[in-house]
């Protein structure tokens, strides 16, 4: 059994794990129109810290990209209460989608206006350099890895983290991603015109596209053995999980959701359960005409008339692209820790085809006990974690 000993986040509706639940228990949007010179045009999840600021704030000694600083407040605060012992192996497995491209494309606009151009900056660009700054901060991992999978990318980290503690390879891991908000990252939504200029509306009948966003989370995840060891109480427990691609597109999903509804049912099939077990999905739900419909069939075809309440998140944070599967697995271990359905912002209308409702107000459940989230990335690569509550 995989246990989650530890959460941390950073996003547009919080610092810290206790800012965020605030925020969705009051059903508090932290999308806005951006501070920033690439931003200011559009609304974004933005975290309203600076560099400086993030450094400051949370005492952060390692140099690094605005992702990496970003995942080092979210995974300093998933492991504040974690020790570090010699025979616990403990690994980081971080997932991103930009890396350190907020620097790099910086610095390559200085070199083509002719100023300052500092060019060992480009050595924070890589994604794996992520993830290397990140480790550096929290110290003495005996593994490191990265993750980059597009939208995808949390999720696969917290699923790799899971399938080499129960291989034996590890005996506790810290896993999620983190992104930053980038001006290639816009450009590349806003030419795929996937973009709202407006307030983001998933699942609703009249969405026109996503609002990016920026933040981190991750999960600690320990093995039964470590738990002996570090004497840590678990939160809950990562009880499924599964990656599926439909190899539709480069980008767009398939249209009735293939590679969805493959890993939803593996994801149940791992966890030994039937999706009437299912008592709450954290939706990838990222408000465009493609993937909200083709979420809508794949959740219609594995629940089967008995659909479980769902919403997304993404109206509150944005989509914070390589992060969401983490920043999104932290609000599905929050509702089970508080029986609470979170909402689904901004919803008018069903989709017609589909006619699915989502929760539309922050409601107290008599019990959840398994919560379903799904993140989906660019390629067809789709991915779901299963999380059960400790008590069931």
């Known amino acids: 059994m995989i246990y989650v000993t530890g959460y941390g986040a950073i996003s547009a509706i919080g610092k810290n794990v206790e800012e965020i639940y605030a925020s969705l228990v009051s059903e508090k949007t932290g999308i806005q129109k951006g501070s920033r010179n690439h931003t200011s045009r559009f609304k974004v999840g933005e975290v309203l810290l600076d560099n400086s600021e993030l450094r400051s704030c949370f005492g952060l000694n390692t140099d ?5 600083l ?14 570090r012992l010699k025979n616990v192996r403990t690994g980081f497995i971080s997932g991103t989608s930009v890396g350190g491209m907020d620097i790099s494309e910086v610095e390559y606009k200085n070199f083509l206006d002719g100023k300052e151009h500092r060019i060992l900056s480009y050595a924070h660009h890589p994604s794996g350099t992520t993830s290397e700054e990140i480790a550096k901060e929290l110290g003495g991992f005996d593994f490191v890895n990265t993750i980059s999978t597009a939208c995808s990318s949390a999720a696969n980290a917290i699923m790799m983290g899971a399938r080499m503690i129960e291989a034996g390879f590890l005996d ?8 930053s908000l980038t001006q290639f990252t816009i450009s590349g939504f806003r030419s795929l015109m996937i973009f709202d200029d407006e307030w983001c509306k998933p699942f609703d009948e009249n969405r026109k596209g996503l609002n990016l966003g920026e933040g981190a989370g991750y999960i600690v995840l320990e093995s039964a053995a470590s738990l002996c060891l570090t004497k840590k109480t678990p939160i809950a427990i990562l009880s499924g999980w599964s990656s599926a691609s439909d190899a539709f597109h480069q980008t767009a999903s398939s249209p009735n959701g293939e590679g969805a509804v493959m890993s ?14 299912i008592d709450y999905i954290n939706a990838h739900g990222t408000a465009t005409p493609n993937n909200d419909l083709s979420e809508s069939k794949a959740i219609m075809n594995v629940f089967n008339g008995c659909i479980p309440p769902f919403s997304s998140t993404k109206a509150y944070t944005g989509h914070t692209l390589a992060a969401s599967g983490g920043i999104e697995a932290v609000i599905s271990i929050l509702a089970l820790q508080n029986n609470l359905l979170f909402p689904n912002l901004n919803h008018t209308s069903v989709i017609e085809e589909t006619g699915l409702t989502p929760i539309k107000k922050c409601g107290r459940a008599d019990k959840i006990t398994h919560v379903l989230s799904n993140s989906f990335g660019f390629g067809g690569n789709n991915s779901t974690v299963i999380f059960t509550n400790i008590e069931s």
């Not at 506790?172 to 992104?179: E, F």
């Not at 939803?264 to 077990?277: R, T």
Request: net charge positive; no cysteine.
């Open 172 to 179: 506790r891991a810290i896993v999620g991603g983190t992104d």
């Open 64 to 68: 690094g990209s605005r992702t990496s």
């Open 70 to 83: 970003l995942g080092m407040v979210a995974a300093k605060e998933a492991f504040s209460t974690h020790v």
């Open 264 to 277: 939803m049912k593996k994801a149940l099939s791992v966890a030994n359960l039937s999706p009437k077990d």
